[in-house]
């Protein structure tokens, strides 16, 4: 029995919201596409809802190669600390595309919810991979932790996402329809 033995359950778990929060995703998506478009939305897009998606991916991806028969855990310990540092090269990318997109102004709670918190998860993640060779339970539940932060950033995210485009960004367009009937 490996140490990734009791974890099954757990990543059955995480990994089925994260593809069905993905899947969801595409349709809120989907729908929100239909409007018109305006301003800098493409950049608003990549750094605020593409994030969403991969984070949902990387826990669904985490799930599955925590779900594998592996021998041992080295090989999976080497495959989740390479995602926890591809993930927090992709934070400090998201950070820059948040500075540079020009359509909304973020604020802390967007600081912290898009780049703060899912570096943190992340970097979890590699140094999770590093301890595992001495602190394999320890490294196990560090993962499971950077996977449910992951999982929480990326609803936070994708909510917070409907909820602008739906009230915010609609009731903008309405202010600004009601501006042109009146010339």
């Given at each position: 029995?490996?140490?990734?033995?009791?974890?099954?359950?757990?990543?059955?778990?995480?990994?089925?919201?994260?593809?069905?929060?993905?899947?969801?995703?595409?349709?809120?998506?989907?729908?929100?596409?239909?409007?018109?478009?305006?301003?800098?939305?493409?950049?608003?897009?990549?750094?605020?809802?593409?994030?969403?998606?991969v984070?949902?991916?990387?826990?669904?991806?985490?799930?599955?190669?925590?779900?594998?028969?592996?021998?041992?855990?080295?090989?999976?310990?080497?495959?989740?600390?390479?995602?926890?540092?591809?993930?927090?090269?992709?934070?400090?990318?998201?950070?820059?595309?948040?500075?540079?997109?020009?359509?909304?102004?973020?604020?802390?709670?967007?600081?912290?919810?898009?780049?703060?918190?899912?570096?943190?998860?992340?970097?979890?993640?590699?140094?999770?991979?590093?301890?595992?060779?001495?602190?394999?339970?320890?490294?196990?539940?560090?993962?499971?932790?950077?996977?449910?932060?992951?999982?929480?950033?990326?609803?936070?995210?994708?909510?917070?996402g409907?909820?602008?485009?739906?009230?915010?960004?609609?009731?903008?367009?309405?202010?600004?329809?009601?501006?042109?009937?009146?010339?």
């Open positions: 029995m490996t140490a990734l033995a009791g974890w099954e359950n757990f990543y059955v778990i995480v990994g089925s919201s994260a593809g069905a929060l993905i899947g969801l995703q595409f349709v809120v998506l989907s729908l929100i596409a239909a409007r018109p478009v305006v301003g800098d939305l493409a950049s608003a897009g990549h750094a605020f809802s593409t994030p969403a998606i984070h949902f991916s990387s826990v669904l991806l985490l799930a599955a190669l925590l779900c594998a028969p592996w021998n041992g855990i080295a090989t999976a310990a080497i495959l989740w600390g390479v995602l926890g540092l591809f993930g927090v090269v992709y934070e400090i990318i998201v950070a820059r595309r948040m500075r540079l997109q020009t359509l909304y102004q973020p604020v802390f709670e967007d600081w912290l919810f898009h780049v703060l918190l899912p570096f943190a998860g992340y970097a979890v993640l590699a140094v999770s991979a590093y301890a595992s060779r001495a602190y394999v339970r320890e490294a196990l539940f560090g993962v499971g932790s950077a996977a449910l932060l992951l999982l929480f950033v990326g609803i936070h995210n994708a909510w917070d409907v909820t602008y485009h739906v009230f915010t960004r609609r009731h903008g367009q309405q202010e600004t329809e009601q501006s042109i009937n009146q010339c």
